[in-house]
């Protein structure tokens, strides 16, 4: 047996053994995601589930937030997992996260993973590109990128995804490279031209966002943002008046700077769905569901693992937009 399979094997075993010993929670049914009136389209996003072969509560909180999704009685359009989606980027982590989200790929109709900089941040670019893409081409209804670099993008009808990644292996920041940026710039002018909301995802924010860098208690400015290419980054968005940047990364449970609207371009935090939140709303396998209208956007924080929306005396619990 090798290394790999046998850590997986740990992994899956102790999933199981939670399961079963009812550790882990059953989420509720009677506050289910539907779509209400008008709603043409609906995904849900995950941050930094962070999937580990020795951490086990991770895994075991992610699959709890997709028991959720696996009680909903009609498929949700997409679902966006937005970085870390482990902890070192080992291949029994992304197996084991390929084993949860396929068995939930009957009930999303698109399955996106984006890197964070633990996916990235242990060996060769490529080396790990390559074992990414694998890993969500080995979900069924898993959305992979080209194999030349992270970043694509992908039209709904009534709204754009732009994923993004870093274009460098680096510890914690994302390099983004000017061809990305241009790129960017182009998808997200293409969305505007169609009238079309578009959500970029990326696993850093912008530097001074959200709380940090204070959040991230960090001395210096860059850290827990996408670091040096933050300006140039900032600067594609207000070309624009359509972007929704979404991002993970802060681990902070829904509070009053998950949501931030500079105008022409709104950010939105989210938290993990994973163990652990900061903040004084901590709860495990937090995420949101966003609902898109002809008119307006509609972004609703939800306890998965409890299967219930987050109370909405919590700031931002829910958040509307009106599309410009
Ligand atoms: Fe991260």
Not at 42 to 71: H, L, W
Not at 126 to 131: D, G, V
Not at 211 to 238: A, I, M, T, Y
Not at 304 to 313: A, I
Request: proline share 4%; charged share 25%; glycine share 8%.
């Amino acid at each position: 047996m090798s290394i790999s399979d046998f850590f997986y094997n740990k992994m899956l075993s102790v999933l199981n053994e939670r399961e079963q010993s009812g550790a882990i929670p059953t989420p509720a049914t009677n506050e289910p995601i539907e779509k209400s009136d008008g709603e043409l389209f609906t995904f849900v996003v995950f941050g930094d589930p962070q999937v580990s072969n020795y951490m086990f509560a991770r895994e075991c909180c992610f699959y709890g937030a997709c028991k959720d999704i696996k009680n909903q009685a009609e498929p949700i359009d997409a679902l966006l997992v937005a970085g870390d989606v482990t902890e070192n980027g080992l291949k029994c982590e992304f197996r084991m996260v390929s084993h949860i989200l396929n068995g939930i790929s009957d009930k999303v109709s698109n399955i996106f993973l984006i890197p964070g900089n633990h996916d990235i941040r242990l060996r060769s670019y490529k080396k790990q590109l390559k074992r990414f893409c694998n890993a969500v081409s080995s979900i069924k209804n898993g959305v992979v990128p080209n194999g030349t670099n992270y970043h694509f993008s992908v039209d709904f009808p009534s709204c754009k995804f732009i994923m993004m990644g870093a274009d460098r292996a680096s510890f914690e920041a994302a390099h983004i490279s000017r061809e990305q940026l241009d790129w960017l710039d182009r998808e997200i002018g293409l969305a505007e031209k169609e009238n079309k909301p578009a959500f970029v995802f990326n696993h850093q924010t912008l530097k001074k966002v959200h709380g940090l860098p204070d959040v991230w208690q960090s001395n210096d400015n860059w850290r827990g943002s996408v670091g040096r290419q933050s300006e140039l980054l900032k600067r594609v968005f207000e070309n624009h008046s359509n972007v929704i940047f979404v991002t993970g990364h802060l681990h902070m449970g829904v509070w009053e700077k998950t949501f931030e609207d500079f105008g022409k371009y709104k950010c939105l935090s989210i938290p993990t769905v994973g163990a652990g939140n900061h903040g004084e709303f901590s709860h495990d396998s937090q995420g949101y569901v966003i609902s898109v209208f002809e008119d307006k956007i509609i972004a609703r924080a939800r306890l998965f693992s409890q299967g219930k929306f987050v109370d909405e005396t919590i700031p931002n619990a829910k958040i509307e937009l009106k599309k410009i």
